[in-house]
């Protein structure tokens, strides 16, 4: 994908917990551009979930900035959501209810609530589940929702943490092919974090992979396939298993660090 105009700028970016003596991430520098799918893969336990809640202004920096559309993040933007691997769904509301909290919170009238969430069930195909429940649905259908709520406020940016990993292998699947057909439609930037290179190299535009902690960007790698995708057009391609022992290479490298690390700490 051509890189088009910087939407987020992360700056020399720093995390550190104090109290537990943990440098999330530090000096991270990396430009996200608008209309892009950018996929973050790293070690487990590096930060990516920190850097996403940073970009999401839900926690502060410890050096360095961030930047939307060239101003600072301080607090968690209008146009941007969050879709998390563990639903967060309220089990007492109903899917419609689900869908439409973000609309509701930000004040917009029901006339724009009902048009929106309707458009949006429909989109993520539970416009027939309206009056369901969390506890009637499953993982899959439950991850919908959660997309659908995030959605509905028509944000520019999607921050996705590691959203089907808590799904069986078959409905990940699914859902990977129905989120490229929604993100499709609604092109946005998106910065998705996963911890399968399969994943990412179906999704993103490209893949970013980042050291262990304290995390860097070690490479950036871009995906040269065509879209619109699917998963076994892609495993079909013949640069595909080639990209992926580049990513998993990467990875690697940063893992076996990782242990030496641990087994001399």
């Not at 070690?43 to 050096?63: A, M, N, Q, V």
Request: glycine share 8%; hydrophobic share 45%; with cysteine.
């Amino acid at each position: 994908m051509p890189q088009g105009r910087v939407k987020i700028r992360v700056d020399r970016a720093a995390r550190i917990f104090l109290r537990a003596g943990v440098v999330a991430f530090e000096n991270l520098t990396l430009d996200l551009y608008d209309d892009e799918i950018a996929c973050l893969v790293g070690p487990s336990g590096c930060g990516k979930t920190t850097l996403l809640r940073c970009i999401d202004g839900l926690l502060p920096l410890s050096d360095g900035q961030i930047l939307l559309e060239g101003r600072p993040v301080r607090r968690p933007p209008e146009k941007m959501a969050v879709v998390f691997q563990h639903f967060g769904l309220f089990p007492w509301r109903s899917v419609y209810a689900n869908a439409a909290y973000g609309l509701k919170l930000s004040g917009a009238p029901r006339d724009r609530i009902d048009a929106r969430v309707s458009a949006v069930l429909k989109l993520v195909g539970l416009d027939g589940f309206t009056q369901h429940y969390p506890y009637q649905l499953s993982g899959g259908m439950q991850q919908r929702v959660g997309l659908a709520r995030a959605l509905a406020t028509d944000p520019d940016v999607l921050l996705m943490d590691e959203p089907f990993a808590a799904l069986d292998a078959q409905t990940r699947e699914i859902l990977q092919e129905e989120m490229l057909r929604i993100l499709e439609q609604t092109r946005k930037t998106i910065v998705f974090v996963t911890h399968s290179i399969d994943e990412a190299l179906l999704l993103g535009d490209r893949v970013i992979v980042l050291t262990a902690r304290p995390a860097r960007v070690k490479r950036i790698i871009p995906v040269p396939f065509p879209r619109p995708r699917n998963l076994a057009a892609i495993r079909a391609e013949p640069g595909f298993g080639g990209l992926r022992a580049r990513v998993w290479d990467l990875l690697r490298e940063e893992l076996q660090g990782q242990e030496r690390g641990d087994a001399h700490g």
